[in-house]
């Protein structure tokens, strides 16, 4: 029984971590974390509506 | 391959010696500096090694990336770019996990003090760094290592200039800029959101010429990019000084390509090439396309300047042609009153001494 993880998973927009607990040559189960997080959900709020469209299309 | 100059890895791509002379001056002219250096650039790029380059993202969302990747214009800036020895770029490079980690140890080590890193995106301070991990690192300690141990950092865009969005209140990871995460390190802020990619070309193109980064503000942008205001460059600006303003989105000034001012427009407090570079291949920019810059390039934007959409205070020289135009109407009814009143007063001295006679 074995994990392994892949971080950084490259060719992709954004960072990402996977990793898979192998057995007997077959993955058995896996798991996939996002690893950056700005908290633009937060930054937006209390903010003029007119000018979320600008923040929000940078995620 | 590594060891080949940059020239001889266009020519092998079909440049021709005139498109490159070309580039060299669209270059010199970029940088505002005199035809004459145009031979000194050819000379640097043809003879100079492809410098080694590590492209890094942190809390980014990779805007910047795509504004090099899909740059058209130049053509060979897209090039110059592409023969650059870049070593770790994680949207774009083969390897992934262990070997991606790899390929940047190797660069760090193997070429230390030399190559140039490249960082997108802020540095999150908060909690120990968790909220961006590369590879089981935090941001920060890769950004000590990477931008600590190379000959210069490039900050592109806005987040790793200035913090940028997530920087933005209530900043909920604590992020900062590069050059504050690493007072230490040689930084230049190429801010913009994204950065331009022609900005970023001639940054590289000054160094391999000058073997020195180019002239800053204090804020650390180059003056060839910063120097001069939106506002002083901009195409609507004469609509400014005669007093016509966009005052309502589709209104009959908007039509007519009136100055954005009143809609919010921060160009009289941003400082980039915009108005004269622009952008997609030189096509247009963000007021050409009727819509008012959002000072994307002045640091902390997002809290400093108001709402994109709310009018800056107090700018001076707003409609100052029409103000002219009633002061001189003014000046013309107060003198003509004065040649009345004059007239009035000769008029009836002249009685008075009539009725003495």
């Known amino acids: ?59 | 391959m590594q060891d080949e100059s940059l020239f001889s890895d266009l020519s092998k791509r079909g440049i021709s010696r005139r498109d490159f002379l070309t580039f060299c001056s669209t270059m010199a002219a970029t940088l505002g500096l005199q035809s004459t250096v145009v031979p000194q650039i050819a000379e640097a790029l043809e003879k100079k090694q492809k410098p080694y380059v590590v492209w890094l993202e942190f809390q980014d969302c990779a805007g910047d990336s795509e504004s090099i990747l899909r740059s058209t214009k130049p053509t060979i800036a897209q090039l110059v770019l592409d023969v650059i020895s870049l070593e770790y770029h994680e949207t774009i490079m083969a390897p992934s996990g262990k070997n991606a980690e790899k390929s940047l140890a190797d660069v760090v080590k193997n070429h230390k003090g030399k190559y140039i890193a490249i960082v997108e995106g802020s540095i999150p301070m908060k909690d120990g760094g968790v909220y961006c991990c590369i590879g089981g690192k935090t941001a920060i300690d890769m950004a000590k290592e990477v931008c600590g141990n190379a000959l210069a950092t490039i900050a592109v865009g806005s987040c790793a200039s200035y913090g940028g969005i997530p920087a933005a209140a209530p900043n909920p990871t604590g992020a900062v800029s590069v050059k504050q995460a690493v007072p230490n390190a040689t930084v230049i802020n190429l801010p913009g959101c994204p950065v331009n990619c022609e900005n970023l070309t001639a940054t590289v193109v000054h160094y391999l010429t000058f073997g020195a980064l180019p002239q800053c503000d204090k804020e650390g942008r180059p003056l060839f990019a910063y120097g001069k205001r939106i506002h002083d460059n901009c195409e609507r600006r004469p609509h400014f000084d005669a007093g016509q303003f966009v005052r309502k989105w589709g209104d009959d000034g908007h039509r007519k390509g009136w100055c954005l001012y009143e809609m919010g427009c921060k160009g009289p407090q941003s400082y980039m090439n915009c108005p004269t570079i622009r952008w997609n291949e030189g096509t247009s920019w963000p007021v050409m396309a009727g819509h008012g810059c959002f000072g994307c390039g002045q640091p902390q934007n997002w809290d400093a300047l108001g709402s994109i959409y709310s009018r800056l205070p107090n700018v001076p020289g707003a409609g100052y042609q029409t103000t002219a135009d009633k002061i001189g109407l003014g000046v013309a009814a107060a003198a003509a009153a004065g040649v009345a009143v004059h007239a009035a007063v000769r008029a009836s001295k002249c009685k008075a001494e009539e009725d003495k006679k």
């Open chain 1, 1 to 59: 029984m074995a994990k392994i993880a892949i971080d950084p998973l490259t060719r992709i927009e954004g960072h990402l971590r996977i990793e898979a607990q192998i057995e007997g040559g077959k993955v058995v189960d896996a798991w996939s974390s996002s690893t950056m997080w700005r908290g633009i959900e937060l930054i937006v709020k209390n903010r003029d509506p007119r000018e979320v469209w600008a923040l929000l299309s940078r995620i």
